[in-house]
Nanobody, 125 residues
């Protein structure tokens, strides 16, 4: 099992930036990919971005493409989400996930993965 701890959330005005961090511990050698998901009030959790641990393949949701950047530091077992040009609709709890499985090469499967406790991001208009 992998333990995940997110940090870096907060309150920011529209157009501003935030950087989220997620530190992994435990059985980190089993990680295939890590990713960020978010959940707005009254809505289901949705995919934001993921990065494959070996090779660094990334994928973004259309709603954040061009504004958010996911990256990793393998030595620190940490994944980051740099968020720029934030919009009020980016508001929500951001969760970090880690998985050891893939649907196919380069496509991680986060079902049954490990999750952090979440960090709140609030973007005011």
């Amino acid at each position: 099992q992998v333990q995940l701890v997110e940090s870096g959330g907060g309150l920011v005005q529209a157009g501003g930036s935030l950087r989220l961090s997620c530190a992994a511990s435990g059985r980190t050698g089993s990680i295939y990919a890590m990713g960020w998901f978010r959940q707005a009030p009254g809505k289901e959790r949705e995919f934001v971005a993921h990065i494959v641990w070996t090779g660094g393949i990334t994928l973004y949701s259309d709603s954040v493409k061009g504004r958010f950047t996911i990256s990793r530091d393998n030595a620190k077992n940490t994944v980051y989400l740099q968020m720029s040009n934030l919009k009020p609709e980016d508001t929500g709890v951001y969760y970090c996930g880690a998985t050891k499985s893939a649907l196919r090469l380069g496509v991680p499967n986060f079902r049954g993965g490990d999750w952090g406790q979440g960090t709140q991001v609030t973007v005011s208009s």
